[in-house]
């Protein structure tokens, strides 16, 4: 049975930096896999130290997305204005190592997320502008050859896993 990553806010731990948890849409197929133990649930953000809630964080720059901050060519910021960029960078690279040890070729991570997100990110204004591209989390995970489906593709997921695994 193959492993999916899956950020541990769509299964409903209350990790999200504002406290919450993020509903999906799909919490029957997510219950479901979860009780198969086909799920490994991570929150890149909590992982590595970050308190629930937290301020919230954005990727500066109106271009700027996750491959960038990982190159060393963007930050990560809080609403307050602290850097952050090098515990979005750890929880990346842990979060790929965590992936690995799992042997997931998928993942489902929440998009908006300066680290998770995989189709957008806000644009690091804090004004609720978002711009197309993957969080830090989702670059590296990507980079290391695992998909990323944003929580609003998991029956499409789930459709890839029927026709592939007997």
Request: charged share 20%; proline share 6%; with cysteine.
């Amino acid at each position: 049975m193959e492993k999916i990553l899956v950020s541990a806010c769509l299964i409903g731990r209350p990790v999200r930096y504002d406290g919450g948890d993020k509903p999906s849409g799909a919490e029957t197929t997510l219950k479901r896999w979860l009780d198969e133990g086909r799920l490994v649930p991570v929150c890149p953000e909590v992982a590595v130290g970050f308190p629930t809630p937290r301020p919230a964080a954005e990727i500066v720059g109106s271009t700027a997305v996750g491959k960038d901050v990982l190159a060393g060519q963007a930050r990560v910021i809080e609403s307050t204005g602290c850097d952050v960029t090098n515990l979005y960078i750890k929880a990346a690279r842990d979060t790929v190592a965590l992936a690995a040890r799992h042997d997931c070729r998928h993942a489902v991570l929440t998009d908006g997320s300066p680290s998770c997100g995989s189709t957008f990110i806000y644009d690091g204004s804090f004004s609720a502008v978002t711009v197309s591209g993957a969080g830090t989390t989702t670059a590296a995970l990507q980079a290391a050859g695992v998909r990323v489906w944003p929580e609003t593709q998991i029956a499409a997921l789930e459709d890839l896993l029927k026709r592939a695994e007997p």
